[in-house]
């Protein structure tokens, strides 16, 4: 993977020519009093590197002599590292990691400025990091402030997003290795799941057995908060309590999937835990099927991105039309959104290593078009709230349709010919 990082970073540093680009680490985050989550470094940060550790700086610098390739990184601390593990120290960030500089982080200060001063612009992302931001507003402004003698220096800060990003969008075959391996682990999970739920047992059962299995299978873990949502807790998006018993002709909604080498999966799969649907279950899961269906089929290269959400909602008005859970136009409910009330989120997103993956939907008023090797979720859903409020001029919720709650999502490869289905191991 070494070999890969550099290329992402040349790849990089060519785009930004004589600029200056600096990536903060992820900060570590306090699960309680002194105990803390689990590291996971940010996405940007790792995808051009690799490096796992909080309290580190990238720098690429393309127009340097020698230091293109700078980390700042925790100094090695024998005694801290009995307690919290090994760190990769200033001479690790060269040997393990390639940097041609590397630094202790309390060095930051002194040696920043150097890879700064003779760029024309600082590419960085204003982030959540405040302190952070203002260390590079600070040097920032001492260099504006000499640019009137100097004639030269950092004139703009840059968010170095729509470049990165837009090669992010698009995944290597070791990425990709990555995505499937993530994809084969939470396909098995979500089969086991499906053998299991039965009437009786707790939605946390099904969670602990499917995430067992995600690391089991040596991934990370759950890429999001595992959701296990029987019921009417299937109209809750984001339910996350998994606390409730399986009742007889309950469906159950399972939206779960795991990391690998911190690369996600994302798959939601609903079904009968009686081992099959009422009426009206059935009734509603074939429009969301279908609707999956037929916005699957808009995922190919060339497309307008959004081309896929459109075919969903279609699918899904004609379907509630039919069952008169909606009323009137199908042209102008599409159009005023009536469908909302049941249908409130897009029909997908950018997946990768980050769940909602980094990427772009629009360029202003054109949408994105679909290239091969980029990876998308396609999740169309119906959801009938129990205290659902139908949109004015709609028709009242007969009391057989509450509580229904349905998603089928699926992660899918855009392809030079049309599409791989990564997901497509569990049935639906
Ligand atoms: N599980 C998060 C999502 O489907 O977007
Ligand atoms: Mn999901
Ligand atoms: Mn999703």
Known sequence: ?????????????????????????????????DVEYVYRQESDFFYLTGFNEPEAVLV??????????????????????????????????KELYGADEAYPIAELEEK??????????????????????????????????????????????????????????????AELDLMRKAAVISIEAHNYAREIAKPGRYEYEIQAEMEHIFRLRGGNGPAYPS??????????LHYIENNRQLQENDLLL?????????????????FPVSGKFTSEQRAIYEI???????????????NPWNQMHDAAVRVIVEGLLELGLLDGDIEEII????????????????????????????????????????????????YINPNIKPAEGQPEVESRWRGIGIRIEDDVLVTSNGQEILTAGVPK
Request: aromatic share 10%.
């Open 1 to 33: 993977m070494q070999a890969e990082y550099r290329q992402r970073r040349e790849q990089l540093m060519a785009k930004i020519g004589t600029g200056t680009a600096i990536f903060r680490s992820a900060p570590t985050a306090v699960m309680h009093n």
């Open 254 to 270: 399972i939206d779960a999937g795991c990391a690998y080498g911190y690369y996600n999966a994302d798959i939601t799969r609903t």
């Open 60 to 93: 690429l610098a393309p127009h340097h002599e020698e230091h293109k390739f700078v980390l700042f990184v925790q100094a090695k601390d024998p005694e801290k590292e009995i307690w919290t593990g090994y760190r990769a120290g200033v001479e690790g960030a």
């Open 288 to 302: 969301v099927l279908e609707a999956q269906s037929q916005a699957m089929e808009q995922v190919k290269p060339g």
């Open 227 to 236: 959701i296990v949502a029987s019921g009417e807790n299937a109209c809750v």
């Open 112 to 173: 920043l400025p150097k890879y700064i001063q003779d760029s024309d612009r600082i590419y960085y992302r204003l982030g959540r990091d405040r302190g952070f931001n203002e260390t590079i507003l600070k040097h920032w402004q001492r260099f504006m402030g000499m640019y009137p003698k100097r004639g030269k220096g950092p004139i703009a800060i840059e968010d170095p997003s729509p470049i990165l990003h837009a090669m992010r969008q698009i995944k290597s075959p």
């Open 335 to 382: 159009k005023e959104e009536k469908y909302k009330p049941f249908y409130m989120h897009r029909t997908g997103h950018w997946l990768g290593l980050d769940v909602h993956d980094a990427g772009v939907y629009q360029h202003g008023e054109q949408a994105q078009t679909l290239q091969p090797g980029q990876v998308l979720t396609v999740e169309p859903g119906i």
